[in-house]
């Protein structure tokens, strides 16, 4: 008789999975991840999570989190959403996150503004470059066209369609999903004001933020929607966040020597944090 036949043999076969780690899935504790990053101790880890091409995951952190994001084959695409947590009608606003810094490019020392003028979080280490916040994320209707499908449990999901779910689940609607960035795709603006892809750095690429407030993330793990690819490859995505609050200690310290708009717009977030922690 096969072991799983019985109610008692399934029960046993599925308890015998428990300490089981796959390519893909969240590690719960997070404390639990095997290879923590140099210098982090693994009592510090508060989220660590493999995404597969085409899935998407969520998670509230705390101010002072450090999350590194790492494209593990080099054909991962991080779009990322971001919502103040204790206040989600604040959220990620792309087109200040552009405009306010003066640089459409993505890199170390980019801040991720909101809609109210506060930096979330802040890019503290990027060996990858290939990042993109011109084109959002991908939808059901391009990818239909390019792949077939785009629905969330197809072959090929678009990335709106996850970030929705990310947002359900967070108790937003997709009202909140506004335009996203990408991590691990990168593209560049031509002189004739056409964009380009120009893909992937690599495997084994990683980006770092800092965050300065609590913050609700999503990110959906998905093709690029100028992904030259004609199949839908998309690899894993590796997730680690940790406790970092000496690390925003230094950033909020380092403010003063950067640029005015980063200066103001890490005084708003200090100004808000303060408001609400006595």
Same mark, same amino acid.
């Given at each position: 008789m096969n072991a799983t036949a019985t109610t008692a043999g399934a029960r046993a076969h599925a308890r015998a999975q428990a300490t089981t780690l796959t390519d893909s899935m969240p590690v719960v504790p997070a404390t639990g991840w095997p290879h923590p990053p140099a210098g982090v101790d693994a009592a510090d880890l508060t989220w !660590? =999570? %493999?995404?597969? /091409? /085409?899935r998407y995951t969520t998670k509230v952190l705390a #101010? @002072? %989190? #450090? *999350? #590194?994001l790492r494209d593990n084959a080099g054909t991962a695409c991080a779009h990322l959403l971001v919502w103040r947590a204790d206040a989600p009608h604040e959220r990620l606003n792309v087109a200040d996150t552009v405009k306010v810094p003066w640089q459409a490019y993505l890199t170390t020392g980019h801040p991720l503004l909101s809609d109210q003028g #506060?930096? *979330?979080a802040t890019v503290v280490a990027d060996d990858s470059r290939h990042h993109d916040a011109l084109c959002g994320t991908s939808t059901l209707a391009g990818n239909i066209a390019k792949y077939g499908a785009g629905s969330p449990h197809s072959g090929s999901p678009a990335g709106r369609e996850m970030l929705v779910l990310a947002a359900a689940k967070n108790g937003l609607t997709p009202a909140? +999903? !506004?335009?996203?960035l990408s991590f691990?795709? @990168? $593209? %560049?603006v031509d002189a004739d004001g056409s964009v380009r892809s120009t893909g992937s750095a690599g495997a084994d690429t990683t980006v770092e933020l800092i965050f300065h407030l609590p913050c609700?993330?999503?990110l959906a793990n998905t093709a690029h929607p100028l992904d030259p690819a004609a199949d839908? =490859? $998309?690899?894993p995505l590796e997730v680690l966040a940790w406790r970092a609050t000496a690390d925003l200690d230094a950033l909020v310290a380092d403010a003063e020597r950067r640029d005015p708009e980063y200066q103001r !717009? +890490? !005084?708003n977030s200090e100004d808000a944090h303060r408001a609400t922690h006595f």
């Amino acid at each position: 008789m096969n072991a799983t036949a019985t109610t008692a043999g399934a029960r046993a076969h599925a308890r015998a999975q428990a300490t089981t780690l796959t390519d893909s899935m969240p590690v719960v504790p997070a404390t639990g991840w095997p290879h923590p990053p140099a210098g982090v101790d693994a009592a510090d880890l508060t989220w !660590a =999570e %493999t995404v597969p /091409g /085409g899935r998407y995951t969520t998670k509230v952190l705390a #101010r @002072g %989190t #450090r *999350l #590194r994001l790492r494209d593990n084959a080099g054909t991962a695409c991080a779009h990322l959403l971001v919502w103040r947590a204790d206040a989600p009608h604040e959220r990620l606003n792309v087109a200040d996150t552009v405009k306010v810094p003066w640089q459409a490019y993505l890199t170390t020392g980019h801040p991720l503004l909101s809609d109210q003028g #506060r930096v *979330l979080a802040t890019v503290v280490a990027d060996d990858s470059r290939h990042h993109d916040a011109l084109c959002g994320t991908s939808t059901l209707a391009g990818n239909i066209a390019k792949y077939g499908a785009g629905s969330p449990h197809s072959g090929s999901p678009a990335g709106r369609e996850m970030l929705v779910l990310a947002a359900a689940k967070n108790g937003l609607t997709p009202a909140d +999903v !506004a335009p996203s960035l990408s991590f691990f795709h @990168g $593209v %560049t603006v031509d002189a004739d004001g056409s964009v380009r892809s120009t893909g992937s750095a690599g495997a084994d690429t990683t980006v770092e933020l800092i965050f300065h407030l609590p913050c609700i993330v999503a990110l959906a793990n998905t093709a690029h929607p100028l992904d030259p690819a004609a199949d839908f =490859e $998309v690899g894993p995505l590796e997730v680690l966040a940790w406790r970092a609050t000496a690390d925003l200690d230094a950033l909020v310290a380092d403010a003063e020597r950067r640029d005015p708009e980063y200066q103001r !717009a +890490v !005084a708003n977030s200090e100004d808000a944090h303060r408001a609400t922690h006595f």
